[in-house]
């Protein structure tokens, strides 16, 4: 104790804590008295058990307690990720796709074409585009309402889906017109392309008993000159004369 005078010390018994307090001198005739205070306590094991067994249980009950609250904290964080997740995934497909048919809007088409034909240049390769316009889609709207003419609309998007390539894109421009983008193709497959979804949504109409045909145009990308705008342009010219050469031949 006088060699360390705070300290802990732990044997058989329990723990002893000293504490050294040295006390004020105190002057007694010519004589000066100077007395020091040691405070011992003692702790049995006991105790200590009693006291750590306590505190084991109170940390148990409370992990009990809050546990549950954890649980439920981390189960709608990861929730609420994962609704982030799918909200931010739906509202960029919506932002991108047309509602009715699910196929490109017209926004995204654009920019597709326009960075396509940087890449077919860069790379020197083929780019052919296709308008499409739905026939008589009007005339089946007056006649027997919007939603045959949706049902029109979404069996075109239909035979498109499953003619072209996973590397060519397709997109409703609104109404009853139509935009295909063929990569590394050329004016001949892109039409051959073409009559393959004729056929098909030909062989659609005919299911449901009706005539349903498309008139189409397409072009391929020439000098350095030509971009988006005039793509479309011819394209939608030369449609504009298929659709014309089908109603001679009606």
Same mark, same amino acid.
């Given at each position: 104790?006088?060699?360390?005078? !705070?300290?802990?010390?732990? $044997?058989?018994?329990?723990?002893?804590?000293?504490?050294?307090?040295?006390?004020?001198?105190?002057?007694?005739?010519?004589?000066?008295?100077?007395?020091?205070?040691?405070?011992?306590?003692?702790?049995? &094991?006991?105790? =200590?058990?009693?006291?750590?067994?306590?505190? =084991? *249980?109170?940390?148990?009950?409370?992990?009990?307690?809050?546990?549950?609250?954890?649980?439920?904290?981390?189960?709608?964080?990861?929730?609420?990720?994962?609704?982030?997740?799918?909200?931010?995934?739906?509202?960029?497909?919506?932002?991108?796709?047309?509602?009715?048919?699910?196929?490109?809007?017209?926004?995204?088409?654009?920019?597709?074409? /326009?960075?396509?034909?940087?890449?077919?240049?860069?790379?020197?390769? %083929?780019?052919?585009?296709?308008?499409? +316009? =739905?026939?008589?889609?009007?005339?089946?709207?007056?006649?027997?309402?919007?939603?045959?003419?949706?049902?029109? =609309?979404?069996?075109?998007?239909?035979?498109? $889906?499953?003619?072209?390539? $996973?590397?060519?894109?397709?997109?409703?421009?609104?109404? +009853?017109?139509?935009?295909?983008?063929?990569? !590394?193709?050329?004016?001949?497959?892109? /039409?051959?392309?073409?009559?393959?979804? *004729?056929?098909?949504?030909?062989?659609?109409?005919?299911?449901?008993? *009706?005539?349903?045909?498309?008139?189409?145009?397409?072009?391929?990308?020439?000098?350095?000159?030509? !971009?988006? +705008? %005039?793509?479309?342009?011819?394209? +939608?010219?030369?449609?504009?004369?298929?659709? &014309?050469?089908?109603? *001679?031949?009606?």
């Amino acid at each position: 104790m006088l060699k360390h005078k !705070d300290q802990k010390v732990i $044997n058989e018994s329990g723990e002893f804590y000293t504490r050294y307090f040295p006390l004020s001198p105190a002057l007694l005739g010519n004589i000066v008295h100077s007395e020091d205070v040691f405070l011992v306590m003692h702790v049995s &094991k006991h105790v =200590i058990r009693a006291e750590l067994q306590n505190l =084991i *249980q109170a940390v148990v009950m409370g992990f009990v307690l809050i546990a549950p609250m954890l649980f439920f904290l981390a189960y709608k964080l990861a929730y609420s990720q994962v609704e982030q997740n799918w909200l931010f995934k739906k509202l960029n497909f919506e932002a991108h796709h047309d509602a009715l048919t699910g196929l490109y809007n017209r926004q995204a088409i654009m920019g597709y074409l /326009e960075k396509n034909i940087h890449l077919c240049r860069r790379r020197k390769s %083929s780019l052919s585009i296709a308008f499409i +316009d =739905i026939n008589d889609l009007k005339k089946m709207n007056d006649g027997y309402g919007h939603e045959a003419g949706d049902t029109l =609309i979404k069996g075109a998007a239909s035979a498109i $889906n499953t003619s072209i390539r $996973n590397s060519d894109y397709a997109a409703r421009l609104g109404g +009853d017109e139509f935009l295909i983008i063929f990569i !590394d193709c050329n004016k001949d497959n892109a /039409e051959m392309t073409m009559n393959r979804i *004729q056929d098909s949504y030909n062989a659609l109409g005919r299911i449901v008993g *009706q005539k349903w045909t498309l008139s189409f145009g397409c072009t391929t990308l020439l000098d350095k000159e030509d !971009d988006a +705008d %005039s793509l479309i342009d011819r394209a +939608d010219k030369s449609m504009y004369k298929h659709k &014309k050469e089908m109603k *001679q031949e009606i």
